[in-house]
């Protein structure tokens, strides 16, 4: 039996983005540390999530979800210098900000599919979001004191 051409392809990232972020202030919620700066992070990434996926601005996917990836650094930056920083607050953040530049790079590559170019472009690899993210956790982290 052959599989039908009109099958959706379930957008995994937006909504394991989405899914993220509710968590992450759920449990801030949960715990009674409601973080402003945190919360909003949070609402920042599912903002910028339901932006992308809704198709609002599709031509400017890209730009949105790593501005969101820097602002969300930002934010936890300024919150990690004021409070200090918990490996599980690093977790929650560099997910979140992983997520956001995989999305921006699969968005890019959708945007460039016309060229043969961009399929071997070097700032379309995965390992490239990875690193990014795990730059910008390390100055969260050396931003603030750790706390126990």
Known sequence: MERSKSVRKIPWLPILLLAWNILDAAVH???DRV???????NIIGVVAAV??????AQAMSPRILSL???AILALNTAHSAEHGFG??????I??????LLRWAQVQSAQANAESDKAAGSFALRWWLSLAICLG???LVAISGLPVN
Do not use: D, K, Q, T
């Open 51 to 56: 932006i992308v996926l809704l198709g609002f």
């Open 29 to 31: 919620i949960a715990v």
């Open 94 to 99: 560099g997910l979140s900000v992983f997520l």
């Open 68 to 70: 969101s990836a820097i």
């Open 136 to 138: 910008g956790v390390a």
């Open 87 to 92: 490996p599980p607050m690093l977790v929650f």
């Open 35 to 41: 973080e402003p700066l945190r919360i909003a992070g």
